[in-house]
């Protein structure tokens, strides 16, 4: 038996520290007057903001059970104390990895947690993976699942995230074709387009709308160019073993999409539209329980790898359509291109068994904020990374970045002493690195996603640049490197170093990280292969 806690909690702030005095983690005492709380929490939302403590309250069944014993498992929760059905289960420290507590005792087939978060910091969320109660085992039968339909040339991928408005002075797909040859020189060999469509102009924002507010699937943006210029940037691509991969836009598009003068019944009711509980002022979401919908968004999907031989997708918001959908569409993408690629943009580990080969790793990112303002020790991450192998279907794999276009820049979100380090780790830990475009120079301003914004790349003898080409060069001289099996990855730390073990079946790789400098030293067969100091 088996279940996963997510969706709405209730919230209730704590400031006075009168909660416990009041029994509060009794569920009759819990105060009536409270705020929705949303789990997993997202990276973005601030639950807690200007709050001293917050207390978390969830109902939920576990049907009958036998005499085995039950599991309360966290995998992504800040501090806090934990009581169930009235009775106290334990503490959760302050981790990044998994933490259990055998609740046998304690559970009941109707059932009340309740979490006390009294040590709120700026990066608190609360509850930022699921919850599970497990009988009998302390992994989840998810993680049991073996993902199998992953193409190969995955796992030696160098991901490269363009935003056509801003990437070239020209702001076109030409200009992004013109400078293929130096990200291969850099070592890419994959690059996402942010969304390439024409964009609505009704309650668009800024200048020129989001990227994210498409007014026809079936075009491309004219700003960018037209699709044989769009053609031309594929098969040039293609032609130096570059792959070519484009956002995918589905949950919703612009108020006026053409889509709107197809069928209005596309769209779900107002009453149902969500989007402006994410702040998404400029778009309408679209009914997955209609029909016609899915007909229409796969067909599209299909369109682009058939007439133009893109490699795959990027996912926008995967986690927000339908299961059932990503299931049977991307297994007619896989008819059409047996090894089309699948980037989701969510962390929910169901979408593997849905078909998707990469999910981002939002909370690697948090964990490395958190150790950036010292609420976390260094080798926290690798406790986060190897807590994923009991979270995630095995085989899966996770796209690492320190940012994205969603995110402030990496130079300016770290300090000079962990950039490095940091981003050493994004092309030494199992998973798949992107680089977001301006990232390889240092780029501290956040680009606009609604105005022309382009990135200065006058910048000469940049050593960061310099330290990208060499890391991606490390990075493919190691094959296990790109091994992404439980069984490839281990960590060792003590007063003086952090040890990362990366092996196959062949070869050992230790990565050491001196304390307190973090110089990270390369080493194979007893031997210092290469050495990165911080060089910022």
Request: with cysteine; proline share 6%; glycine share 4%.
């Amino acid at each position: 038996m088996e279940v996963k806690l997510e969706g709405l909690w209730e919230l209730v702030f704590d400031d006075s520290n009168s909660g416990e005095k009041e029994e509060w983690f009794d569920p009759d005492s819990y105060p009536e007057k409270t705020f929705d709380y949303h789990s997993p929490s997202f990276l973005f939302f601030e639950p807690f903001k200007d709050h001293k403590r917050a207390w978390l309250k969830k109902d939920f069944d576990f049907p009958k059970r036998t005499k085995g014993l039950v599991y309360l498992i966290f995998f992504g929760a800040d501090e806090c104390k934990v009581w169930l059905n009235g009775q106290l289960a334990g503490r959760l420290n302050n981790t990044a990895g998994k933490q259990v507590l055998e609740v046998s005792k304690l559970i009941a087939e109707k059932n009340t947690l309740i979490l006390k978060f009294d040590r709120i910091q700026p990066e608190t969320l609360g509850i930022w993976k699921y919850i599970y109660i497990v009988e009998d085992s302390p992994i989840p039968s998810l993680s049991k699942k073996i993902v199998s339909h992953t193409p190969k040339w995955l796992d030696q991928m160098i991901l490269y995230s363009i935003f056509v408005r801003n990437f070239s002075p020209e702001g076109t797909f030409n200009g992004v074709t013109s400078k293929l040859p130096q990200l291969k020189a850099m070592g890419v060999n994959t690059i996402w387009l942010l969304p390439i469509h024409p964009l609505g102009l009704k309650d668009r924002k800024g200048t020129l709308g989001s990227p994210y507010a498409i007014k026809d699937y079936y075009a491309v943006n004219p700003e960018f160019g037209t699709k044989e210029d769009f053609k031309r940037l594929v098969d040039t691509a293609h032609s130096m073993d570059i792959r070519v991969i484009i956002d995918l836009v589905i949950n919703h598009t612009s108020p006026d999409s053409v889509m709107k003068d197809i069928d209005p019944n596309f769209y779900k009711h107002p009453t149902k539209q969500q989007n402006i509980v994410w702040g998404w002022t400029d778009v309408l979401e679209l009914d997955y329980s209609y029909e016609p919908t899915r007909n229409y968004i796969s067909e599209m999907m299909e369109y682009w790898i058939r007439e133009f031989d893109i490699d795959g997708y990027r996912c926008d918001v995967a986690f927000l359509v339908p299961l059932d959908f990503w299931q049977t569409s991307i297994a007619r993408l896989r008819s059409l291109k047996k090894n089309i690629f699948m980037l989701a943009e969510a962390d929910n580990p169901e979408l593997y068994p849905a078909g998707f080969d990469l999910t981002y790793d939002w909370n690697l990112m948090l964990t490395l904020r958190r150790i950036n303002r010292g609420f976390y020790p260094f080798y926290e991450i690798l406790e986060y990374v190897q807590t994923q192998y009991q979270y995630y279907p095995q085989y899966a794999r996770r796209m690492l970045f320190l940012e994205n276009h969603d995110t402030p820049r990496a130079s300016e979100t770290f300090t000079s002493e962990f950039l490095i380090p940091f981003n050493v780790l994004k092309f030494i830990l199992p998973g798949i690195p992107l680089i977001y475009n301006g990232e390889e120079i240092g780029v501290k301003n956040t680009p606009s996603l609604f105005d022309r914004d382009p990135i200065d790349w006058s910048v000469k003898n940049n050593p960061l640049f310099d330290f990208y080409k060499e890391i991606i060069r490390v990075k493919k001289s190691y094959p296990s490197l790109n091994y992404h099996f439980a069984d490839g990855f281990d960590f060792s730390y003590d007063h003086s170093s952090v040890k990362i073990h990366r092996f196959d079946s062949e070869k050992f790789l230790e990565i050491v990280f001196e304390k307190p400098s973090l110089y990270s030293f390369f080493v194979s067969n007893g031997k210092i292969r290469k050495t990165f100091q911080n060089i910022l």
